[in-house]
Each structure stands twice: as structure tokens, then as C-alpha cells.
């Protein structure tokens, strides 16, 4: 199993910027990608980015290309989302998850990013 734990989310202004960090326990290594979704109210959850494991590659939802950037300390078992010019359509929980080639097993607990106007 594996256990992903978030943190770092809050209250900002518009224009403002956050980092949620992720670390994740367990038999990471059965691990080969990690991201981040997120849930607005009344709404359905949503991809925002992904990373592999190894760092090769990223990905990232069109609503926060260009804002957002994803990264990961291996040494840490940990991932990072540094979300900037933050805005309140940003306004969500955001969920760290991890799988294998996208397909995400597991799931944090969430943590609330709001970004008031």
C-alpha cells in the first residue's frame, strides 16, 4: 500500500500564488507517476498535472499551463505544486494521487486552496 499525505494549501488573494507539497509512504517503489486533481464545489473532480517519478516528463490541464508547475524530490518521496497568479476559479481541494502510467491507485486525504477576489 501507499499512503500520500498533502499539505500546503490555504486562504490567498487573486494574483497570488500557494506550493502544495506531497509525500508519499509505503511501496513507493511500485510507483511510476504522481499528480494533482482537484474538486470545486458542485463540481466533478478535474486533472490538473502529473509528473513522473523519474522527472521525464510532465503534464498539465490547459486551465493551468503556463501557472502551475509540478515537480518532485525523490529523495523525499515527495511532490510539489507551485501554483502562481492563482485565481478564484482556482478554488478547489486539491487531491495528490500516484499509480503507474497514469492510471492513479491512490489518493491523499485533499487539502483546500481558496482564493478570494
Known amino acids: 500500500q501507499v499512503q500520500l499525505v498533502e499539505s500546503g494549501g490555504g486562504l490567498v488573494q487573486a494574483g497570488g500564488s500557494l506550493r502544495l507539497s506531497c509525500t508519499a509512504s509505503?511501496?513507493?517503489?511500485?510507483?511510476?507517476?504522481m499528480g494533482w486533481f482537484r474538486q470545486a464545489p458542485g463540481k466533478e473532480r478535474e486533472f490538473v498535472s502529473y509528473i513522473r517519478t523519474n522527472g521525464a516528463s510532465t503534464y498539465y490541464a490547459d486551465s493551468v499551463k503556463g501557472r502551475f508547475t509540478i515537480s518532485r524530490d525523490s529523495a523525499k518521496n515527495t511532490v510539489y505544486l507551485q501554483m502562481n497568479s492563482l485565481n478564484p476559479e482556482d478554488t478547489a481541494t486539491y487531491y495528490c494521487a500516484a499509480g503507474v502510467t497514469r492510471t492513479f491507485n491512490y489518493w491523499g486525504q485533499g487539502t483546500q486552496v481558496t482564493v478570494s477576489s
Open positions: 509505503g511501496r513507493t517503489f511500485s510507483l511510476d507517476t
